[in-house]
């Protein structure tokens, strides 16, 4: 039972952890946020097995995390007035061709990744934008404006 406790409470833990370090930063891991993310997950492992090194207790972690993980994707389909609560929002940046600076400061970005997006997707000024979105999972958004197209 102290696994399944241990489990649920790392469970919450990293995803609040997600939900707080935002999805711009989630979407553009380098291969040294991969490595410590790998010894993050040995040691939450360690955290939530504890002295347990059992495969029955590995699997019963690894059971319980499987579980909340559906669970909340449930709620999230079952609820959905709370599903940004779950799964978070986007956020517009960009309306008719003008930068929401107060959206870039929420999401820590600057005006240089935007641009570098806009560019990624094919797009030279902004002002030919009617709206650019940074959708939950970091990715970038763009749809032109036909007026000046």
């Known amino acids: 039972m102290s696994i399944v406790i241990s489990a649920t409470v790392v469970f919450v833990l990293v ?6 370090v935002g999805k711009r930063e989630l979407s ?6 991969f490595v410590i993310l790998v010894v993050v997950g040995d040691l939450v492992a360690e955290g939530v097995i504890s002295e347990d090194t059992s495969v029955t207790g590995a699997v019963v972690a690894v059971a ?3 579980l909340l993980t ?4 449930w709620l999230s389909w079952k609820l959905p007035r709370r599903r940004s609560f779950f799964e978070g929002v986007p956020t517009l940046l960009v309306r008719d061709g003008r930068i929401i600076h107060e959206s870039l400061r929420i999401e820590r970005l600057d005006e240089a990744d935007l641009l ?4 990624t997707n094919g797009i030279e000024h902004l002002e030919d934008v009617k709206w650019a979105v940074l959708e939950q999972d970091g990715s970038f958004s763009f749809f032109a404006d036909e ?3």
């Open 28 to 33: 553009e891991l380098s291969a040294f946020d």
């Open 116 to 119: 570098a997006a806009a560019r």
């Open 15 to 20: 995803w609040l952890v997600v939900r707080i």
């Open 147 to 149: 007026k000046r197209s």
């Open 70 to 73: 559906v669970g909340t994707s």
């Open 64 to 66: 319980t995390i499987a």
